[in-house]
């Protein structure tokens, strides 16, 4: 039957679109905005004199290979820049990597309470999102495994992860690689590798270097402190490199994420900064959280998964109604299967104090 106007491909109107954290509660003024894994320091200054500077000249079009950057990167980590891509935020090249390998009928498998852009992604090229349950809110490597076909064309897993901040040890991420078809392709999304403190993590790079079917993404978004700019990067073998330099935009990267970028990378005393400012605070909260009662999802990230009671009066929801109305923003994390827990950000100290004594007076135990 010819349809009578057009109509997206299959998929499409299966998607929920994507709910960014809330960044305004009504009839407050001063709000903490503890809702999207934003660093609570700010960007490097030093990125902001280098996005200041591009302002005199917006009418000349970005390097389109952003090679300034890419090298800029390849010198940090050590990478040869040939190897890296950079897109508009990990978003855009998450969405690239879907384009390039997956189509209608192929397979995509991502965690239970794993990234949402992943069955996003997935889903706009007419492939089939496949959830592998989580243990105790961990990736499970045999639950995935148990999940390949050969209709299998990608696995996500981020690295860890959002919004739990549980993350597998990097023997776990190898055994994963190792049951892996070689014609799947492994996408690692270390959005938050580098808040991460613990001997058995890495983010993945030695991975990448050493196989054909791995690649692991960056974001300029969560320690950078640069997601208004849209920044992020991947790094993988040669032959992924260019099956998305031939599909992405031309200039997918602007000349202020560039310039601010370079800076950004370069700046490792305000990196490490924010890093001592993350592991003090997500200790304190933990334990804080905790003591109130409340459960705490152990997190290696910038963020805490708290989960609340369902009895009424205690809830997640009533939670946030009660914390909104005092500016502080969390997020409601329903749409990844968790109705009854709130994430939030590791905040400035004021902004983690006051989330600690409104939940305590929330539930009825503020001293
Ligand atoms: C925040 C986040 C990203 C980064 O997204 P950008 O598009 O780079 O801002 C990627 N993956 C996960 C799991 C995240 O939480």
Same mark, same amino acid.
């Given at each position: 039957m010819t349809a009578t106007r057009p109509q997206p491909r299959p998929g499409v109107l299966a998607i929920d679109a994507y709910v960014p954290g809330k960044s305004s509660a009504p009839g407050v003024d001063k709000v903490f905005k503890l809702s999207s894994n934003e660093t609570p320091l700010g960007p490097s200054p030093k990125a902001i004199s280098a996005y200041n500077a591009i302002g005199k000249h917006l009418e000349d079009y970005p390097d389109g290979s952003a090679s300034d950057l890419r090298d800029a990167i390849g010198r940090v980590y050590g990478l040869?820049?040939? *190897?890296i891509v950079c897109g508009a935020g990990s978003d855009d090249l998450l969405n690239l990597l879907a384009r390039a390998y997956l189509a209608d009928g192929d397979e995509a498998i991502h965690t239970t309470h794993g990234f949402l852009v992943y069955p996003i992604a997935t889903l706009g090229t007419g492939a089939t999102p496949i959830v592998a349950p989580e243990k105790a809110y961990t990736a499970s490597v045999d639950e995935i495994l148990t999940r390949?076909?050969?209709?299998?064309k990608m696995v996500f897993l981020a690295n860890p992860n959002n919004p739990t901040g549980t993350y597998i040890p990097f023997d776990e991420v190898k055994r994963l690689h190792n049951g892996l078809p070689a014609h799947v392709l492994f996408v690692l999304d270390a959005a938050y590798a580098e808040y991460v403190r613990r001997n058995d993590y890495e983010a993945g790079i030695e991975l990448v270097a050493t196989s054909e079917n791995v690649v692991m993404t960056r974001t300029f978004?969560?320690?950078?402190?640069?997601?208004?700019? *849209?920044l992020g990067w991947m790094y993988g073998p040669a032959h992924v490199i260019d099956a998305i330099n031939r599909i992405r935009g031309p200039f997918n990267v602007n000349a202020p994420a560039i310039a601010a970028g370079i800076a950004a990378i370069e700046d490792a005393a305000h990196q490490e900064r924010a890093r001592e400012h993350n592991t003090e605070w997500l200790e304190w909260l933990t334990e804080e959280i905790a003591k109130l009662g409340l459960k705490v999802t152990p997190s290696v990230a910038n963020f805490v998964l708290i989960h609340f009671p369902e009895t009424k009066g205690r809830t997640a929801a009533e939670a946030n109604a009660f914390l909104m109305k005092r500016g502080l923003i969390l997020r409601q994390v329903g749409a990844y299967k968790l109705p009854h827990a709130l994430r939030m950000s590791i905040g400035t100290e004021e902004a983690n104090r006051l989330v600690v004594k409104a939940l305590a007076e929330f539930l009825g135990k503020a001293k």
């Amino acid at each position: 039957m010819t349809a009578t106007r057009p109509q997206p491909r299959p998929g499409v109107l299966a998607i929920d679109a994507y709910v960014p954290g809330k960044s305004s509660a009504p009839g407050v003024d001063k709000v903490f905005k503890l809702s999207s894994n934003e660093t609570p320091l700010g960007p490097s200054p030093k990125a902001i004199s280098a996005y200041n500077a591009i302002g005199k000249h917006l009418e000349d079009y970005p390097d389109g290979s952003a090679s300034d950057l890419r090298d800029a990167i390849g010198r940090v980590y050590g990478l040869d820049p040939a *190897r890296i891509v950079c897109g508009a935020g990990s978003d855009d090249l998450l969405n690239l990597l879907a384009r390039a390998y997956l189509a209608d009928g192929d397979e995509a498998i991502h965690t239970t309470h794993g990234f949402l852009v992943y069955p996003i992604a997935t889903l706009g090229t007419g492939a089939t999102p496949i959830v592998a349950p989580e243990k105790a809110y961990t990736a499970s490597v045999d639950e995935i495994l148990t999940r390949v076909t050969p209709k299998t064309k990608m696995v996500f897993l981020a690295n860890p992860n959002n919004p739990t901040g549980t993350y597998i040890p990097f023997d776990e991420v190898k055994r994963l690689h190792n049951g892996l078809p070689a014609h799947v392709l492994f996408v690692l999304d270390a959005a938050y590798a580098e808040y991460v403190r613990r001997n058995d993590y890495e983010a993945g790079i030695e991975l990448v270097a050493t196989s054909e079917n791995v690649v692991m993404t960056r974001t300029f978004s969560k320690i950078h402190g640069l997601a208004a700019l *849209r920044l992020g990067w991947m790094y993988g073998p040669a032959h992924v490199i260019d099956a998305i330099n031939r599909i992405r935009g031309p200039f997918n990267v602007n000349a202020p994420a560039i310039a601010a970028g370079i800076a950004a990378i370069e700046d490792a005393a305000h990196q490490e900064r924010a890093r001592e400012h993350n592991t003090e605070w997500l200790e304190w909260l933990t334990e804080e959280i905790a003591k109130l009662g409340l459960k705490v999802t152990p997190s290696v990230a910038n963020f805490v998964l708290i989960h609340f009671p369902e009895t009424k009066g205690r809830t997640a929801a009533e939670a946030n109604a009660f914390l909104m109305k005092r500016g502080l923003i969390l997020r409601q994390v329903g749409a990844y299967k968790l109705p009854h827990a709130l994430r939030m950000s590791i905040g400035t100290e004021e902004a983690n104090r006051l989330v600690v004594k409104a939940l305590a007076e929330f539930l009825g135990k503020a001293k």
